[in-house]
């Protein structure tokens, strides 16, 4: 004997959702009102220099040699005119007695930048290695 189907008479019912979202959105709501964020530079470990330590300074050099690159071929040692070969056996002397010289080498912009390479050639040859270049108007 076949056994007969009951029909159900049951329906899928229909779910409400806005009191779920309403609840999600009250628990939201009091979870971001009662966090305490933590202050991230409060509890930064830095080394900080002790205060009874006192900065050295270094005082300024003392023999500051200026070298300008002129654009006519001519150039011009701690406010001197010196032709090339003067200042290389300059340089040279220089380089002998004291290596630790700070030279600067300043430009004008009209000076052509072989002229100064030349000079810092000179520099290196003499063996000066504390060297600055700068431009001047």
Known sequence: MARKK???????????????????FQLLSFFVMTMKPTDVLAVLDVSRPSPEKQMTTRPPPTNIIWI?????????LNDRSISKENLS???????????????IVSCTPKSTHGKMVEVLDLCAKAKLTSLSVVSVE
């Open 68 to 76: 300008t690159v002129l654009p006519n071929d001519t150039y011009v």
């Open 6 to 24: 009951r029909r159900s008479n049951l329906q899928a019912g229909e779910l409400n959702l806005t009191a779920m979202i309403d609840v999600a």
């Open 89 to 103: 056996n300059t340089l040279t002397t220089l380089g002998a007695t004291n290596p630790e010289a700070t030279i």
